[in-house]
């Protein structure tokens, strides 16, 4: 965990008391909507279908127990009792009243949270691995540099009216938790020769109308480095990027037109006025911001516990853990994912009672740390084995232990047209009668690994782009109608999905995907050929020919 | 539109001409980029200072030959939203060393001010009264600030290197 000192402390009461005064001033009419709109952007204040929505900042993933109980409080005292997991480690309320923002903000604040830039176009929570710290093989945890960036790009006096919303994310496995190829800059932690702490930089991800996998720019930018090499790529983006439409002004559209090389010429050119300057860092500003990350006292635990062994004996006990439970750096403690895509309803909303039930549970068994992941799901990143079984009756008491993770019914959808000003489709009714068709957890286990994204829009919130299987809502004639790609996916293989056929009806959308499934399992060599396996194996067209044939 | 100089509400002693109004003998002139670099040497020559309206899409090295000799630099935020200006004034104070004036007009809020006194303006044409006004205690707002710019604020992260070393002695 990250512990605030007075300093930052200091920053996130400030920002409060501004927002204080600027929701004053638009409540009294100094302001005009118009005017305001951009400052409550910076705040993570939306103007949705029917109320103001509320996106809170959950920097690199990681929550404090304390922290998970402000939510709940949040949740409980100025919105209707949950909040929604997004997809980009930030928590969303549905139904906040304007004038109690700056308290809900307050409250927050006093456990070091906050909502500074989470929407508007700025530079984003910074994201990362959810694993981060605990992930066997990590080369270093990445939220030592995540929160570096973090505090860099908070209420940064040069680029905070970029041409368009900025997204940055960090991972230090071999295997992408972080999504980083589709985001602004993605960075790839690694080590060079000498065992220097650097970077693989790459710049140009994103999905919405025109979905570009990010370009690698630099294969290796040195840690000491990295500020200003970030600070010079928005320069020229802040400069140079398109500002006439807004569908063409994410820095994407930038390093596309100008092509990767001249682009990072530019870069190049901007970085060598500015490397040797107060930007970088030295190697003391990284221990101080390390020394504030705490980390458990883990003790020496045996890696295959009597209690563990016992358990086994019951078989929901056996279906969770195989699904949810995965390996920790230290053998005696596990990473437990939470799933919150229950059958049949929203993926990623808690409720306020969950949430608090799960801070009392991270205190009990996870030294009071929560991580959020990019898939709408939370996990407990230092669960003792032994300690395993407890857990799981506790959760699933909760209705916290489905056995689905990764599996077909853990769906990343957004809220669509349900609560979205944007979206032309409903993306919720889609996903909840998708977790009903395949609920039989036998038959999600036999279909195995598979990502179903779900968009109500074009901006592509769901990630449709890089599902497994994508779902993108769109309006024609003033119905719904849906366009369905496949081989899409998000991680370091990160590839866009290809359309399966024409557009289908909101009530046919499942039968499509039961179609594909059905497919994958005729097509696949074996069971453990995963479905991207065998879509990348055989392409789109007998997907197509078996979806199409009866239609 | 109230013109905010050395923290308070102040007289502008510069007249804005157009592309095409006639040159006054003497007295302060802010004139367009175009006309600048058009009529520099005339310019130059008359009594009264000079200062240029620079646009947000122009290069801004274009400006270098002529820093010694102007008084203000305006850079223009046509909307709040568009940010190009601030990189401006970044290059123009930190990587050109201008030490004249540096203006922000346009769409200018109070909600900017700490932003713009970062990047390294100095004279505000706020759109509305109270704003300007309300200077001062707006641009106090905040005492953090964690990225390192030109206008010389110490940032968090080097303050607390201070608050390391001082607690670090007699220890």
């Known amino acids: 965990m990250y512990a605030y000192d007075e300093i930052d402390r200091t920053l996130v009461n400030e920002r409060v008391s501004e927002f204080r005064d600027q929701v004053k001033r638009r409540l009294s009419g100094e302001l005009t909507e118009d005017e305001f709109k951009i400052l409550r952007l910076q705040n993570g204040v939306y103007l949705q279908l029917h109320a103001y929505m509320f996106r809170v900042a959950i920097p690199y993933g990681t929550l404090a127990s304390n922290q998970l109980r402000a939510l709940a409080h949040v949740a409980r005292k100025y919105d209707r009792g949950y909040g929604h997991f997004t997809t980009r480690q930030n928590i969303q309320f549905n139904w906040i009243k304007l004038a109690e923002l700056p308290d809900a903000l307050a409250d927050l604040a006093e456990v070091g949270i906050h909502a500074m830039q989470t929407s508007g176009n700025n530079m ?45 994310a960090i991972t230090a496995s071999d295997h992408d938790r972080a999504a980083i190829k589709i985001h602004d800059i993605g960075l790839r932690l690694i080590k060079n020769e000498k065992g220097e702490t650097g970077f693989e930089v790459l710049v140009g991800g994103g999905l919405g109308r025109t979905p570009f996998i990010a370009k690698t720019i630099k294969h290796f930018v040195h840690g000491r480095d990295i500020l200003s090499y970030i600070e010079a790529i928005l320069r020229v983006y802040n400069q140079y990027g398109r500002r006439d439409n807004i569908y063409k002004a994410r820095i994407k559209i930038l390093v596309h037109e100008l092509g990767i090389e001249k682009f990072s010429r530019e870069v190049e050119e901007e970085w060598q006025h500015i490397r040797n300057s107060s ?34 004996a019951d078989p929901d006990f056996e279906a969770w853990r195989k699904n949810s439970v995965a390996p920790h750096k230290n053998p005696g403690y596990s990473i437990v994912t939470i799933s919150l895509k229950p059958i049949g309803a929203p993926p990623g909303d808690a409720t306020a009672e969950q949430m608090d ?185 007998p997907f197509k020919e078996r979806v199409y044939a009866t239609r | 539109m109230p013109l905010v100089n050395g923290g308070k509400i102040a007289d502008d002693s ?30 130059l020559k008359r009594a009264g200072k000079v200062g240029v309206i620079w646009p947000n899409n122009r290069d801004i090295a274009e400006l270098v030959p002529y820093l010694g ?13 568009d940010g190009r200006a601030y990189s401006q ?77 001082s607690e670090g002695v007699g220890t």
């Open chain 1, 124 to 168: 984003r929570n910074v994201t990362s691995d959810q694993w981060a710290g605990v992930a066997p093989g990590e080369i270093e945890d990445p939220r030592i540099w995540s929160e570096l960036i973090r505090q860099h790009t908070t209420l940064h006096p040069e680029f905070s009216f970029l041409p368009r919303k900025f997204k940055i």
């Open chain 1, 279 to 312: 930007l970088q860092i030295d190697d003391e500003v990284i221990e101080d911001i390390r020394s504030r990350f705490t980390y458990p006292a883990y003790e020496k635990l045996p890696h295959n516990p009597d209690e563990l062994r016992q358990a086994a």
């Open chain 1, 357 to 541: 039930a799960l801070a009392d549970l991270a205190d009990k068994y996870s030294f009071g740390e929560i991580r959020v992941g990019h898939e709408q799901n939370l996990a407990l990143p230092h669960v003792a084995k032994r300690d395993l079984p407890g857990l799981w009756k506790a959760l699933d008491k909760l209705g916290l232990a489905t056995p689905n993770v990764n599996l077909i019914t853990d769906i990343i959808a957004c809220p669509g047209l349900d609560y979205c000003s944007l979206a032309n489709a409903r993306s919720i009714p889609i996903a909840q009668e998708l977790t009903r068709r395949f609920a039989n957890h036998e038959l999600a286990n036999l279909i195995g690994r598979l990502h179903i994204n779900i968009s109500g829009c074009i901006n592509a919130c769901g990630h449709h782009h890089v599902g497994h299987i994508g779902i993108l809502g769109v309006e024609k004639n003033g119905e719904e109608v849906y366009q369905i790609t496949i081989g899409g996916r998000a991680d370091e293989s990160a590839a866009l999905g290809n359309l399966i056929g024409p557009g289908v009806k909101f009530d046919e959308v499942a039968d499509v995907v039961e179609d594909i499934v059905e497919a994958y399992l005729a097509l696949r060599e074996r069971p453990e050929e995963l479905f991207m396996d065998t879509v990348k194996r055989l392409g789109v067209e």
């Open chain 2, 14 to 43: 510069f007249v804005k001409l157009a592309v095409d109004t006639p040159l006054p003998e003497s007295g302060d002139v802010l004139v367009p980029a175009e006309r600048f670099i058009g009529e520099v040497d005339t310019l």
């Open chain 2, 69 to 81: 000799k102007i008084a203000v630099v305006a850079l223009v935020f046509p909307t709040f939203r």
């Open chain 2, 89 to 165: 004034a970044r290059l123009l104070r930190e990587r050109y060393n201008y030490r004249g004036e540096l203006r922000a007009t346009g769409q200018v809020l109070r909600d900017q001010f700490v932003f713009m006194l970062r990047a390294g303006f100095d004279s505000f044409e706020v759109k509305k009264q109270a704003d300007a006004e309300a200077f001062m205690q707006t641009a106090k707002r905040y005492s953090v600030f964690y990225q390192p710019t030109g206008d010389g604020r110490i940032t968090a992260l080097h303050r607390r290197m201070q608050l390391r070393h």
